[in-house]
């Protein structure tokens, strides 16, 4: 939503400035032909802000949809988890898993919330967009394939 507030105010701001014509411009040709040129401008920044509302709705939509452990994990997680990407444990490595499944679920899952300093797993993974509810999908997927 701060987005698409974001794109309104830019594209707002750039309407009135195209709106503006200059002084010198006489009454007839230059004047007309500016008009002409901002009615273009503000059509095709239109059709911009419809693409960006689109790009937006669609984002939320992908994480509304991720629902499932396993398709979050896919778009957020499996980056590093599944190949070990800067010491992340794999996915279905027993070993490498055992004594973080043994702190409980809700230690794991506040992990992936907080971060862990020091490492590279970063606050909520790489995904910003996901719910609490999403992240917790993906960690009861990865203990599942990981037990």
């Known amino acids: 939503m701060s987005l698409r507030l974001f794109l309104i105010i830019a594209l707002t701001l750039g309407l009135a400035a195209c709106g503006k014509t200059d ?11 500016t008009t002409a040129e ?18 937006v709705a669609s984002s939320a939509e992908q994480v509304a949809e991720a629902g499932s452990g396993e398709s979050v994990y896919n778009r957020a997680c499996a980056g590093c988890h599944l190949s070990g990407a800067a010491n992340a444990p794999k996915l279905g ?21 907080d971060g862990i300093p ?19 999908a993906a960690v009861d997927y990865m203990i599942a394939q990981s037990q």
């Open 38 to 55: 901002a009615t273009q401008q503000q059509s095709a920044v239109g059709e911009t802000m419809e693409s960006a509302e689109k790009a």
């Open 118 to 136: 020091g490492t590279a797993m970063m606050a909520r993974g790489t995904c910003n967009a996901c719910s609490d509810q999403d992240l917790a």
């Open 93 to 113: 490595d027993k070993a490498a898993w055992a004594g973080r499944i043994a702190k409980g679920k809700e230690a794991l899952l506040q992990s992936v919330i």
């Open 23 to 33: 002084d010198s411009a006489d009454a007839t040709g230059e004047e007309a032909g």
